[in-house]
């Protein structure tokens, strides 16, 4: 494993796809490159992660009916335990970075 900085560079000829550019080496912290061309995504978020958008529009639709849209530019966190959907509006390219303790303990589905 290298101690040197990683350079984020997107590469234009990855399309629908994820790149992972970095993991640590305990597998709990990752930084990559993904897109999406389109659609809804169901997800739950055992996890924490930080969005920057390159290109595109999305929607997140949490399950308690919240709403949130993020344009190119712009960047968000998810946090651990968001449930909801991910709606790709406009093609996705995205680069991310991701924590996810190895001991990390699922959230309960809220009552």
Known sequence: MSTRPV???PNPTIQGTT???YKDRTGS???GY???PGGLI???YNEEEFCVLLEGKVRLTGSDGTVDEYSAGEAFII???FVGKWETLEPVRKWYVIW???DFK???PAQ
């Open 19 to 21: 790149a992972e550019w």
């Open 7 to 9: 350079r984020f560079v």
């Open 42 to 44: 169901e997800v739950t």
């Open 79 to 81: 946090p651990t335990g």
């Open 34 to 36: 993904w897109t999406h």
């Open 29 to 31: 912290f990752t930084a």
């Open 106 to 108: 699922k959230p309960e």
């Open 100 to 102: 996810a303790p190895a």
